[in-house]
């Protein structure tokens, strides 16, 4: 079993930015793809982002591209989520995920975090 906690979530100022983190433990954190999902109020969990093994290919949602950044650092254990520019629409509770297969399918993803509250004011 893998075990992901977040952190880095908060309130921020419309045009401003946040680092998430996510700490993996548990397996061997590089034999996963990873992800990041958001779910706001009322809505569906969504794919916002998503990053092979390797750290080589990365997938973003349409919403986000060119805002938000994925990384991965195998040897740290540990996936981050730059945003940057961040609007109204981007609160929502976000959640990290590793898994396998297509990246931004949600039946992909096979451990999740308990998630960590984004807000950002107008």
């Known amino acids: 079993q893998v075990q992901l906690v977040e952190s880095g979530g908060g309130l921020v100022q419309a045009g401003g930015s946040l680092r998430l983190s996510c700490a993996a433990s548990?397996?061997?954190?590089?034999?996963?793809?990873m992800g990041w999902f958001r779910q706001a109020a009322g809505n569906e969990r969504e794919f916002v982002a998503g990053i092979n093994r390797s750290a080589g290919m990365t997938y973003y949602a349409d919403s986000v591209k060119g805002r938000f950044t994925i990384s991965r650092d195998n040897a740290k254990n540990t996936v981050y989520l730059q945003m940057n520019s961040l609007k109204p629409e981007d609160t929502a509770v976000y959640y990290c995920a590793a898994g396998s297969g297509i990246y931004s399918y949600t039946s992909s993803y096979h451990y999740w975090g308990q998630g960590t509250q984004v807000t950002v004011s107008s």
């Open positions: 548990g397996r061997t954190f590089s034999s996963y793809v």
